[in-house]
């Protein structure tokens, strides 16, 4: 069965650097989102990504953050100046089609020291 | 008020029984309902979405939709150990991008 693949599964990184989460999509699949769990909240939406450009993002989306697909098959999450409280996993998903039911991957694991 | 609600659990049940889960939300835009299924340091998994109101099954599993009362459930029928997971309701609007989420319920089925 096609899989949306996250790595690495666990990134340490020191406050203020920057960290590039990397996704790659299911292979037909053209739209594109980031989530995040912070360990025992909910998930959350940060951004979504369609046709080369973002579709939406929420107010946690900020410009910190910012999203890339470089080639046809990578999707990337860039936080440039890491904080704190951007510790949580971070879910890559991906859909065939606009409206629910997305793949997500196993996430990333980031934790901010 | 927040958009999504659920009950965090946990929820501990003995196999073979039936399960009961539930959300309730604000937004009378959301259309689309979807259950997913989350274990351990694992990604969300979608079990199935129902659009607008009504009944949906699959299996074991059926999903109920009540718009006018803004309330959703999932029954999950013979429960199995390996149901044992966190289940999360979610929601969205038509031509949105975003998918709401619960906080998850977190359920244990009892061999």
């Known amino acids: 069965e096609p899989e949306v693949t996250q790595t690495p599964s666990h990134q340490v990184t020191q406050m203020g650097q920057e960290v590039i989460l990397r996704c790659v999509p299911i292979?037909?699949?053209?739209?594109f989102y980031w989530y995040r769990q912070i360990l025992g909240q909910k998930v959350e939406f940060l951004v979504s990504?369609?046709?080369?450009?973002?579709?939406?993002k929420s107010e946690i989306f900020d410009d910190q953050f910012s999203v890339e697909r470089p080639d046809g098959s990578n999707f990337t999450l860039k936080i440039r100046s890491t904080k704190l409280e951007d510790s949580a996993m971070y879910f890559c998903?991906?859909?065939?089609?606009?409206?629910?039911?997305?793949?997500f991957g196993s996430g990333t694991r980031l934790t901010v020291v | 008020q927040k958009e999504v609600e659920q009950d965090p659990g946990p929820l501990s049940v003995p196999e073979g029984a039936i399960v009961s889960l539930n959300c309730t939300y604000s937004?009378?835009?959301?259309?689309?309902f979807m259950w997913y299924r989350q274990y351990s340091r694992k990604g969300p998994e979608l079990l199935m979405y129902t659009y607008s109101s009504g009944n949906k099954e699959d299996g074991r599993f059926t999903a109920q939709v009540d718009k006018s009362s803004k309330y959703i459930s999932l029954f999950i029928r013979d429960s199995q150990p390996s149901d044992s997971a966190t289940y999360l309701c979610?929601?969205?609007?038509?031509?949105?991008?975003?998918?709401?989420f619960g906080a998850g319920t977190r359920l244990f089925v009892k061999a």
């Open positions: 998903a991906s859909s065939e089609q606009e409206g629910p039911g997305y793949t």
């Open positions: 990504f369609y046709n080369n450009e973002i579709s939406e």
């Open positions: 292979s037909n699949h053209l739209y």
């Open positions: 937004n009378s835009a959301f259309q689309y």
């Open positions: 979610a929601m969205s609007s038509p031509g949105g991008f975003k998918t709401i």
